[in-house]
């Protein structure tokens, strides 16, 4: 389960990325098995496709979004000590 303040500190850093790169959606899942099983997100799902990376071996981020290319790479760091915290709290 994730602690509170996780979830405030994730919360912001999803609403600051999607409004500095204009995600309509962004959110972190955990792999269990072939499924995905949401985490915590920010935004509105909309009916785009669905775009997603693998930060780790059991986390995965995924976002929507209308503007031109988003390069996940920019935030790439930034990804990785969130999925590790995730991670971390899960287990």
Known sequence: MLSEDSLV???????TISQKYHLDHAY???????????????????FIENNHFDITD???????????????????????NIARQLEQELN
Do not use: P
Request: hydrophobic share 45%.
């Open 9 to 15: 500190n994730i919360d912001y850093f999803l609403e």
């Open 58 to 80: 059991n986390i995965v981020f995924f976002w929507q979004t209308r503007a031109d290319l988003f390069d996940v790479q920019i935030i790439r760091d930034s990804l990785l």
């Open 28 to 46: 972190f899942a955990r792999k269990i098995g072939k499924r995905r099983h949401f985490l915590v997100g920010y935004g509105n799902e909309q």
